[in-house]
């Protein structure tokens, strides 16, 4: 008997198609930042097997369907379906939950580098929170690095506002990080039931190569 895909393996599966005749449009139409982001998206449906094979990293179903559902509201419904400009609060909410969802990524990593692989040192739990905090937010500086970029290269208006665009950006973004800086020390270190910790325990293989 086949055993029945998940909500999560069909939302892989729905957005891949997407991607792909998205990407097919854009190369009609010449929109070339709007193939590249759409290319982006493709690649992360891709991420879950490439950790697995190469580093037996798994995540959280629910991790990974937030994370690619974050990476087409910012790249595809932000940047080329115009969500920045015809809904005022996207970008700080894409912002804040970037941090929340990259720090809760490079938490689950080093734990599990942690238990599994055989390293010299291993991290106590302030500075597995650490090293998340601080993940996330370098990603988030070179987001905005890459939103200069962009701007200066095409033209684009990825930073909105400029500076103050940026400052706010990193800002949401901190907080976000924090919040799983903050939760995931108090279950490493005392035992906290709380979401961060239920999502470091629960380990889901998403696969859809197959």
């Not at 991607?19 to 759409?38: D, E, K, Q, R």
């Not at 990080?177 to 961060?196: E, F, R, T």
Request: proline share 1%; charged share 15%; hydrophobic share 55%.
């Amino acid at each position: 008997m086949k055993k029945n895909k998940s909500a999560a393996y069909w939302t892989f599966v729905i957005v891949r198609v997407f991607s792909v005749i998205l990407m097919a449009i854009t190369l009609y139409t010449g929109h070339w930042l709007g193939f590249f982001n759409a290319g982006l998206t493709m690649f992360v449906t891709f991420l879950p097997n490439i950790l697995k094979k190469r580093w037996n990293i798994i995540y959280p179903n629910e991790i990974w369907v937030v994370t690619l559902l974050f990476v087409m509201a910012a790249l595809i419904f932000g940047e080329i379906f115009d969500f920045y400009y015809k809904f005022e609060s996207w970008d700080t909410i894409l912002h804040t939950l970037s941090g929340f969802v990259i720090a809760m990524v490079a938490f689950i990593i080093v734990k599990q580098l942690n238990e599994e692989v055989d390293i010299r040192v291993t991290l106590g739990s302030f500075f597995v929170a650490l090293f998340a905090v601080c993940f996330s937010m370098a990603v988030a500086v070179v987001w905005e690095i890459f939103e200069y970029v962009i701007d200066t290269l095409f033209g684009t208006n990825m930073q909105k506002s400029g500076l103050v665009d940026t400052m706010e950006d990193l800002i949401v973004a901190t907080i976000g990080a924090l919040i799983v800086g903050v939760l995931g020390y108090l279950y490493l270190k005392y035992g906290k039931n709380n979401m961060v910790g239920r999502m470091i325990e629960k380990q889901e293989e998403l696969s859809i190569s197959k």
